[in-house]
């Protein structure tokens, strides 16, 4: 199994900034994704951005590119999200995921382990 707990989230006016943490533990040697998706009430769970964690590769959505960093710091088993130019619709609550399956990194059926979420509020 793979335990990840999410932190960072707050209340940030339009234009600012924030990190987001995942702090990852258990097998997380076994993971080939690493993701970060986003869900405000009444709508399905979004894709963010996802990171192979042996290349290193980055996926991300259309939406946040380019204002979204995701990085991973492998000896503390730790993602990161970094936010940069944030507008209120990234308002949401953020989820970590592991994707411990050669599967699309970008659809979250297929993710295995998920964060409890941390919410982000973006005002403006």
């Known amino acids: 199994q793979v335990q990840l707990e999410e932190s960072g989230g707050g209340l940030v006016q339009a234009g600012g900034s924030l990190r987001l943490s995942c702090a990852a533990s258990?097998?997380?040697?076994?993971?080939?994704?690493w993701g970060w998706f986003r869900q405000v009430p009444g709508k399905e769970r979004e894709f963010v951005a996802a990171?192979?964690?042996?290349?290193?590769?980055?996926y991300y959505a259309d939406s946040v590119k380019g204002r979204f960093t995701i990085s991973t710091d492998n000896a503390k088993n730790t993602v990161y999200l970094q936010m940069n130019s944030l507008k209120p619709e990234d308002t949401a609550v953020y989820y970590c995921?592991?994707?411990?399956?050669?599967?699309?990194?970008?659809?979250?059926?297929?993710?295995?382990?998920w964060g409890q979420g941390t919410q982000v509020t973006v005002s403006s």
């Open positions: 995921a592991a994707n411990l399956r050669v599967a699309n990194a970008k659809n979250p059926s297929g993710y295995d382990y």
């Open positions: 258990g097998r997380t040697f076994s993971t080939y994704f």
């Open positions: 990171i192979s964690r042996s290349a290193g590769t980055r």
